[in-house]
């Protein structure tokens, strides 16, 4: 039988994927997530009202765009540890500290990320690329509660890169043929 919507249920995807991270020397995983991967793109738009009509919206202006990524890491590695809490600071191997002095900036600690579909292997046909991303926000970790994995709830904020073109300031993601 037809769709009656048009619609062909073969476009629909779903399915784990792995999160990975690249600090200049090629794209490192960060093992394991928990409860997907997510990302928000909010336009932020100003809108136009002329006289003529009143309080009706004439026109809406595109100003930009604010694009959060989410997730939950659910290893505790220096390079989870190293990622979610990238605003503190690496004591040793085995320590990281808060309470950094103001002044870091997004350009310190910021990476590329990178979310790839683990059904699809090889190809990156379908990978979301954000070109930069900061933590912007570190969820509550369970410490001592033996009903809840300790694990890292982390939101990453996309910042633009200066070296990609218009269009494509903040990522880009693949869509299938």
């Not at 994927?17 to 960060?30: A, N, Y």
């Not at 990238?86 to 900036?105: E, H, K, M, V």
């Amino acid at each position: 039988m037809a769709s009656q919507v048009g619609g062909d249920l073969t476009k629909i995807k779903s399915g784990p994927c792995k999160i990975s991270f690249d600090e200049g020397d090629g794209h490192e995983t960060v093992g394991h997530t928990m409860e997907g991967i997510r990302f928000n793109v909010q336009y932020d738009l100003r809108k136009r009202m002329v006289d003529e009509y009143g309080t009706n919206t004439a026109q809406m202006i595109h100003q930009g765009e604010n694009i959060e990524i989410s997730t939950t890491l659910a290893e505790t590695t220096l390079k989870v540890i190293s990622l979610v809490f990238a605003w503190g600071y690496q004591i040793s191997a085995t320590l990281w500290g808060w309470g950094r002095t103001p002044g870091l900036d997004g350009d310190d600690v910021g990476k590329e990320l990178l979310i790839h579909p683990l059904a699809n292997l090889a190809s990156t046909a379908e990978d979301v690329t954000f070109w930069k991303t900061v933590p912007s926000n570190a969820a509550e970790v369970q410490f001592g509660v033996i009903t809840a994995d300790r694990v890292y709830g982390i939101t990453f904020t996309a910042m633009i890169d200066e070296s990609r073109s218009n269009g494509y300031l903040l990522g880009q993601i693949g869509i299938p043929a």
